[in-house]
């Protein structure tokens, strides 16, 4: 299956696999970056960020590896796959052409149409 073939995305997977494209993370910063990129305007509740990211693993997109920490520490940390890295690369350039033509269109507040 092409990257392509999977897009769209729903927009909070694609939020929580843009967090992971950066670098692997838990839980708990998975949410608070999302929230940061997005200006605070996306909120993950848990039990719904570890729905997608148990998703997410199945399709193969994430995949679930133990951090170092010991015992109760232990936290189960998050990545991207190398499907999952073309597939959010894939969705990202399809969003930019979108947001291109928003800009051309003046459809954009304050921002001029690019030549």
Do not use: F
């Not at 843009?18 to 990129?37: D, F, N, T």
């Amino acid at each position: 299956m092409a990257p392509t073939d999977r897009l769209p995305l729903n927009p909070r997977d694609y939020l929580i696999m843009l967090v992971l494209a950066r670098e692997p993370a838990h839980g708990y910063a998975i949410i608070k970056r999302a929230e940061s990129i997005s200006g605070a305007e996306v909120r993950l509740d848990p039990a719904n960020l570890y729905r997608a990211l148990r998703r997410l693993d199945r399709d193969g997109l994430v995949r679930v590896a133990e951090d170092a920490g010991s015992g109760e520490a232990r936290r189960r940390t998050y990545a991207l796959t190398a499907v999952g890295r073309e597939v959010v690369t894939a969705e990202t350039t399809r969003l930019a052409r979108l947001t291109d033509t928003a800009r051309a269109w003046s459809l954009i507040p304050g921002q001029e149409a690019r030549s």
